[in-house]
């Protein structure tokens, strides 16, 4: 059975005092409104891991993610963040190849394919993001354009690697626009995805990766969501800084 997953994705937000009362409010949450069978991600800026993984400590349904690291495994790279470093604080999962870090960073599948490399070698376990703008889901190439991202970055990696994988699809044209992704317009996308993989890796592999769904994810939409048959579950930005909604798309499966 694939792994049910609802990942915080904090963006650059929060000082210190917010970082640690929004982590003690969904630690203390959780702790009262058990979730079964539900891994939750928290995922904030750098500075935040030590902190945040000293608050989560001892609630086995809370894991700590980062955001992005280096492609380098170490040496004079001055502002990066490697694998290691974020496996030394306790990291077990890390986002990589989020649009925003594609866009505003030029992240190319070439780069991120080396990122997952230093993910999986520091046994992290990497959330490889994928998606499309508005103008490729306009023109209707959609599906080309994401296969073209999981091929470019990851059909190099082995059956093996590969299962340890988390995908995340992202709609990005559904982010901020006023534009919203439907139910079954996420359920067509993460069923080609994991079609996709199939057709590389076969369909046994395909059906243990967990594929979650990155658009506008919250408590009013996310049960819907969650209950199609190729979501496993959410990436989640602006709702990931609120602990009650946060923790109400935790249970919404």
């Known amino acids: 059975m694939r792994k049910k997953i609802v ?3 904090w963006k650059m937000n929060c000082l210190l005092e917010e970082g640690q009362k929004l982590t003690s409010e969904i630690v203390n949450m959780i702790k009262d409104e058990p979730i079964k069978d539900v891994k939750v991600i ?7 891991l030590y902190g945040v993984k000293k608050l989560i400590a ?3 349904s809370i894991a700590l993610g980062a955001q992005n690291c280096s492609d380098k495994e170490a040496g004079a790279y001055t502002g990066e963040t490697s694998a290691a470093m974020l496996g030394s604080f306790g990291a077990e999962y890390v986002i990589i190849g989020h649009s925003e870090r594609r866009s505003m960073f030029n992240e190319s599948n070439e780069l991120l394919t080396e990122k ?7 046994n992290l376990t990497p959330i490889f993001c994928c998606g499309e703008p508005l103008e490729i889901r306009e023109a209707g190439t959609h599906e080309d354009y994401v296969k073209a991202q999981l091929t470019e970055s990851l059909f190099g990696f082995s059956e093996d690697e590969i299962k340890k994988l988390v995908i995340a699809y992202e709609p990005i044209w559904a982010i901020g626009t ?10 067509d996308m993460h069923a080609a995805i994991r079609k996709h993989l199939s057709s590389k ?5 395909a059906e243990e990766i967990s594929i979650l769904y990155g658009g506008s994810c919250k408590p009013s939409n996310a049960k819907e969501i969650f209950s199609k048959a190729d979501v496993d579950g959410g990436l989640i930005g602006g709702a990931s800084l609120k602990s009650r909604d946060f923790v109400d798309i935790a249970k919404s499966f």
Do not use: I
């Open 7 to 9: 990942a915080g994705n």
């Open 42 to 48: 928290l995922n904030p800026p750098f500075v935040h």
């Open 58 to 60: 001892g609630v086995d």
């Open 116 to 122: 997952t490399k230093q993910a999986l070698s520091n």
């Open 178 to 187: 006023g534009k919203t992704a439907s139910s079954e317009q996420a359920q």
């Open 201 to 205: 890796y076969g369909e046994a592999v």
